[in-house]
């Protein structure tokens, strides 16, 4: 779902652009968060209501919000600080999911999410989906032993798609579901996009996977 662009939001990233991460060189991320934690990534954080709600419920946890378009940055910026002005668990990264390699160490993250990313349903576009396997070979590296990547998608077809591109990378489904809401222990921890509740509202079956590294 593509946002309008908002005139506002490139002065107040300027203004805010201490919680942005330097697209331009590798992040050092105890420079960036001060300390330790593990480190926790979103690509494609839309809105910014997923990754604000986990940065604020899990203060001990670090999180990154990467989305490409600096408009859609900018809106979950403002979010974010309208929620909290401090922001110590979380920055922003306005770059493409091609670029994390070059922005990251192997081994960085505890877990990766893509949550409702583009479809690009033209099968001549198959190659810039999220979920395409030269994407699962990045995110594997970027994950710790044993990391964790977690996929949320109301389009049935990206899900199948993904699927069989799994099968072509090492990786190990820990879980499977055509209908997340039916789900009730998952739901129990489930932090749901704007996204999600719209297309949930609305009858759309949500599909999840949850995958592990594995070595």
């Given at each position: ?53 986990n940065a604020t419920k899990n203060l001990n946890n ?154």
């Amino acid at each position: 779902m593509r946002l309008r662009n908002k005139n506002w939001t490139k002065d107040f990233i300027k203004e805010n652009e201490k919680h942005l991460l330097n697209k331009e060189e590798k992040v050092n991320l105890f420079k960036c968060f001060k300390n330790e934690n593990n480190c926790f990534l979103e690509i494609g954080c839309g809105k910014g209501q997923f990754i604000i709600d986990n940065a604020t419920k899990n203060l001990n946890n670090n999180y990154i919000a990467m989305e490409k378009e600096s408009t859609v940055i900018g809106v979950a910026l403002k979010k974010a600080l309208e929620r909290n002005k401090e922001l110590h668990n979380l920055k922003f990264l306005n770059t493409y999911a091609e670029k994390l390699k070059d922005l990251f160490n192997k081994k960085t993250f505890e877990k990766i999410f893509l949550n409702f990313s583009d479809p690009w349903p033209k099968s001549k576009h198959y190659k810039k989906r999220l979920t395409y396997k030269s994407f699962l070979n990045i995110y594997y590296e970027l994950l710790k032993d044993n990391g964790r990547l977690e996929i949320k998608t109301d389009n049935d077809k990206l899900y199948l798609f993904t699927l069989e591109q799994i099968d072509l990378n090492m990786w190990k489904i820990i879980y499977n579901t055509t209908d997340l809401y039916k789900d009730l222990k998952e739901l129990e921890t489930n932090i749901p996009t704007e996204y999600e509740q719209k297309f949930h509202s609305l009858g759309k079956n949500i599909n999840k996977i949850i995958l592990k590294k594995i070595s």
